[in-house]
């Protein structure tokens, strides 16, 4: 009989947007005891197949609990159920969406960094240093003062969302009703994997995982309950592969 055991541990990264249970058209709402225990179930399964050194990224919402709150941070509920360390919480700040008349208008949704090993992860600053600097000629000595790629990047990411609409709709935009932005996943692969990096997306939808660790030289492995969200994704990285083929030099090709 064969024993040896199998390295499961095959993962260096998840990125994921799980369903948020508010009944999108690819979710039956659950109650919520059954929607927690759901997630800290596959939140379970998935940190167990992430290298010794591996990273999860976790993109949450909020939700309506009735006679608790009208729009509850999903990371409240969720946070503590990864078994791994919560490095930090970064808020991604979208600048448009609906307009509240009662309430302030939404403007943020949630990546939680967790990380297997506290002492040891990638964090590729210089890749997502912010661009956005006041007094870039700033001297200190004759020395500039401010880094020339950037500066430090803070835990807020403004990036819009992907939209829908006569004149203003996303080039990205594919008919998945919740698509990520592909700013915020590529900064997300830039900054927190390296290059040949093996990525695990449990929830794909439109496939935007994909787009970005294709063009960014990462592998990825994706599930998708939906076939026809399967099939949007898998033209998706048809085209990806095809333009990347285009940009190599023909005398680099076969
Ligand atoms: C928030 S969306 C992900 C969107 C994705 N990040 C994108 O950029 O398009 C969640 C996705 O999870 C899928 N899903 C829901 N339950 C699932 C399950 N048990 N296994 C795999 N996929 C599932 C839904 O069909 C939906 O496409």
Redesign the pocket.
């Known amino acids: 009989m064969y024993t040896e055991k199998i390295n499961l541990q095959l993962f260096d990264a998840v990125i994921?947007?799980?369903?948020?249970n508010i009944g999108?058209e690819?979710?039956d709402v659950k109650p919520l005891k059954e929607y927690v225990e759901w997630s800290s179930d596959?939140l379970n399964n998935v940190s167990k197949l992430i290298n010794p050194c591996g990273t999860l990224l976790l993109?949450l919402g909020y939700i309506p609990i009735e006679d608790k709150g009208h729009a509850i941070p999903l990371s409240y509920l969720l946070w503590d159920k990864v078994p791994l360390y919560l490095n930090q919480e970064i808020v991604w700040n979208y600048s448009a969406g609906v307009a509240c008349k009662n309430f302030l208008s939404p403007r943020n949704e949630k990546v939680l960094w967790y990380v297997k090993d506290k002492t040891n992860y990638t964090f590729n600053l210089d890749l997502i240093r912010d661009q956005n600097v006041k007094y870039p000629n700033s001297k200190r000595k004759g020395k500039l003062r401010v880094n020339t790629l950037g500066k430090n990047p803070s835990d807020v990411w403004e990036i819009a969302k992907?939209t829908t609409g006569y004149n203003r709709s996303s080039n990205e935009r594919?008919p998945?009703p919740?698509?990520?932005p592909i700013d915020l996943?590529d900064r997300l692969i830039l900054g927190f994997t390296n290059e040949s990096d093996i990525v695990l997306?449990?929830?794909?939808?439109?496939?935007?995982?994909f787009d970005s660790c294709i063009r960014n030289n990462r592998y990825c492995v994706g599930?998708?309950?939906?076939s026809d969200?399967c099939e949007i994704?898998k033209n998706r990285i048809k085209d990806i592969i095809e333009t990347k083929q285009q940009l190599i030099p023909i005398k680099y090709k076969a």
């Open positions: 994921t947007s799980p369903p948020y999108k690819y979710e596959w993109n992907v594919t998945h919740c698509q990520f996943i997306d449990p929830f794909i939808g439109s496939g935007t995982t599930f998708e309950i939906k969200y994704a």
